[in-house]
Antibody, heavy 122, light 108 residues
Framework: EVQLVESGGGLVQPGGSLRLSCAAS????????MSWVRQAPGKGLEWVAN????????YYVDSVKGRFTISRDNAKNSLYLQMNSLRAEDTAVYYC???????????????WGQGTLVTVSS | EIVLTQSPATLSLSPGERATLSCGASQSVSSSYLAWYQQKPGLAPRLLIY???SRATGIPDRFSGSGSGTDFTLTISRLEPEDFAVYYC?????????FGGGTKVEIK
């Protein structure tokens, strides 16, 4: 059974940092593109970042470029999101999602984690 | 960036009725790389449709997707009580993904 379990969310002050983790199981993690998607309270879904199977390609939404870094450790079956210079508008539930095993690019999200809440507030 | 616009924002229907949800793209979506997701309160989204018209594993056949280019549609042929939720479209035609703003299907 495919499972994605996020952790690392919490309350952080504006300008602070947080590192999210996503533990994957039930599939060959190193064969899949992985992504982060967020959802602000009461709002819609927003794609945040994609990372290729070997970590060699990474893509970000403009609003987080230069502040967030997506990474992965295939030996540990884990996905990460390092978030720096956090702003109030980064407050959201952050989901980890699997984005396909196509070599040429990420695809749709067929599995999602349960999400972890990040609150940026003083 | 491809902007996706979903309409209507809210659809008020009764169980057993047909639901038609639209998703319009600001430019053509490559290879019809468009997906639809269902989200219920407090839960993660669930994949319904990918590649514009392919149903995901375990999705009932009352859900169908159609369209290409810039105009896409999700149809629920007969609404069941568990179908009342928010629906999102998403394009993955480039490595920079975007979602539509969502359509809430509510009980009339």
């Amino acid at each position: 059974e495919v499972q994605l379990v996020e952790s690392g969310g919490g309350l952080v002050q504006p300008g602070g940092s947080l590192r999210l983790s996503c533990a994957a199981s039930g599939f060959t993690f190193s064969s899949y593109w992985m992504s982060w998607v967020r959802q602000a309270p009461g709002k819609g879904l927003e794609w945040v970042a994609n990372i290729k199977q070997d970590g060699s390609e990474k893509y970000y939404v403009d609003s987080v470029k230069g502040r967030f870094t997506i990474s992965r450790d295939n030996a540990k079956n884990s996905l990460y999101l390092q978030m720096n210079s956090l702003r109030a508008e980064d407050t959201a539930v952050y989901y980890c999602a699997r984005a396909g095993d196509y070599v040429w690019g990420p695809l749709f999200f067929d599995y999602w984690g349960q999400g972890t809440l990040v609150t940026v507030s003083s | 960036e491809i902007v996706l616009t979903q309409s209507p924002a809210t659809l008020s229907l009764s169980p057993g009725e047909r639901a038609t949800l639209s998703c319009g793209a600001s430019q053509s979506v490559s290879s019809s790389y468009l997906a639809w997701y269902q989200q219920k309160p407090g839960l993660a989204p669930r994949l319904l449709i990918y590649d514009a018209s392919s149903r995901a594993t375990g999705i009932p056949d009352r859900f169908s997707g159609s369209g290409s280019g810039t105009d896409f549609t999700l149809t629920i042929s007969r609404l069941e009580p568990e179908d009342f939720a928010v629906y999102y479209c998403q394009q993955y035609g480039s490595s920079f993904f975007t979602f539509g703003g969502g359509t809430k299907v509510e009980i009339k």
